[in-house]
């Protein structure tokens, strides 16, 4: 009874990013990324980027603030954000990969034809303006972590690769909130 109610609970933090045999996230509120956004009147409290942190990892004019995950179980899917400062030319996220997960993707939310909001792989990557910056964060630009190879609690930490088209490669650590 104890696990189906923690079950339950955790669930309610994932909606759309909990275990899904289909990748193509249907099911999403129009209020927001639902398991990633507002949701609404929801009760829960979105951590919001901390864009002021000292950067917790840099490369080649890139700096990444603030890598923080939702929590998770062992199968489900969780999503990553943080903050990406660049003070160099422009550049795009890639590719982000993490032994956490079967598959990392890089996604967006966008508004579909029926007005509902949902979720989508990235194509060609998220851009990262010149002299600017990019938040990932729930409903918008975030790293996804499809079928997770362990369960993701609060205060854990492990270990993201973010490839960069220009500056190359960088390892952070993210904290799950």
Known sequence: MFRYIVS???MLTLVACGNQSSMNHQGMHAEGEAGHGDM???L???PTPNTDATPSARTDGIGI???????GMTGDNSAAYLYVTNDQGEDTLVQATSSVAKSVELHTVIKGDDGMMKMRPVDGGIPIPAQGNQTLKP???HI?????????????????QLTFKTAGSVTVTVEVR
């Open 8 to 10: 339950v609970l955790i």
């Open 40 to 42: 609404g009147n929801s």
């Open 44 to 46: 829960m409290s979105m």
């Open 65 to 71: 603030r603030d890598p923080w995950a939702r929590m």
């Open 139 to 141: 409903g918008s630009y």
């Open 144 to 160: 996804m972590l499809i079928g997770l190879t362990r369960d993701l609690k609060k205060g854990d930490t492990f270990e993201v």
